[in-house]
């Protein structure tokens, strides 16, 4: 058991730590990772706290990769005000002018499982999130903070994008997406980031939290091409130009 202590408040957080597991990153690697007690409520606050830190929330859980000989999991967030997007992000945001986008607070219908499991199925079919089931879709995506969004985005009525967003008190977190597979002329995924860091600007919140960059893992490559981007150093968050 570790405990980490909020400068805030004073309150100590009990955290654990797993034994060791097949990394979901890089075969062939082991991992441990550290949680925070899952009695506590991921509060805004807490969520907060804990992002800053490194941390990540997945369901229930903020999680933090806490490996004994590897230190490659690189938290890293976008700074909002200092963000512009690229000659080829315009390309992809005017690419998908024509999609509507409601801001929901629950994930409760069928079609958002099935653009999740038809995602899972063409996507990543040697993930550990291979096969999809609804236990699986209720217990990481549809649990929520007391501030979750979940950005829908509609193509002639059909859904084709969802971003699952934790708002926080300085920032967004951009937990997970998931999109048609089958519409590689979009590139869906960058877009449900860049629509993201519109959310947070208009906000005006100052970061947007992209969870974990591993270098020589192809899956995490995108996060590296935002730039300016900030990553956890430790305790000090490093700008990269």
Request: aromatic share 12%; hydrophobic share 30%.
């Amino acid at each position: 058991m570790l405990v980490l202590t909020n400068i805030m408040n004073k309150v100590p957080f009990r955290l654990l730590r797993t034994s060791n597991h097949p990394c979901s990153y890089l075969q062939g690697r082991s991992a441990s990772t550290t949680f925070l007690d899952p009695e506590i409520q991921v509060t805004k606050q807490i969520n907060t706290l804990f992002s800053q830190r490194g941390f990540r929330r997945s369901g229930d859980l903020l999680y933090k990769p806490n490996c004994d000989t590897c230190n490659l999991c690189i938290s890293c967030r976008i700074p909002i005000n200092d963000f512009t997007p690229k000659k080829s992000h315009h390309r992809i945001i005017k690419g998908n002018s024509d999609l509507r986008v409601v801001e929901a607070d629950n994930l409760n219908c069928d079609e958002s499982y099935n653009l999740y499991e038809l995602y899972i199925n063409n996507r990543h079919k040697d993930g550990d999130m291979f096969p999809p089931s609804k236990d699986q879709f209720n217990s990481f995506l549809k649990k929520k903070t007391d501030e979750t969004v979940f950005f829908k985005f509609f193509n002639k009525g059909k859904l084709v994008s969802v971003s699952v967003t934790d708002v926080l008190s300085d920032g967004l977190s951009a937990v997970y997406s998931f999109y048609n597979p089958f519409e590689n002329k979009r590139s869906l995924g960058t877009y449900s980031i860049l629509y993201q860091t519109r959310s947070a600007f208009e906000r005006e919140l100052s970061y947007l939290y992209l969870g974990y960059w591993v270098k020589n893992c192809r899956k995490m490559d995108y996060k590296i091409k935002f730039r300016p981007l900030q990553m956890l150093n430790g305790t000090q968050w490093i700008t990269i130009n």
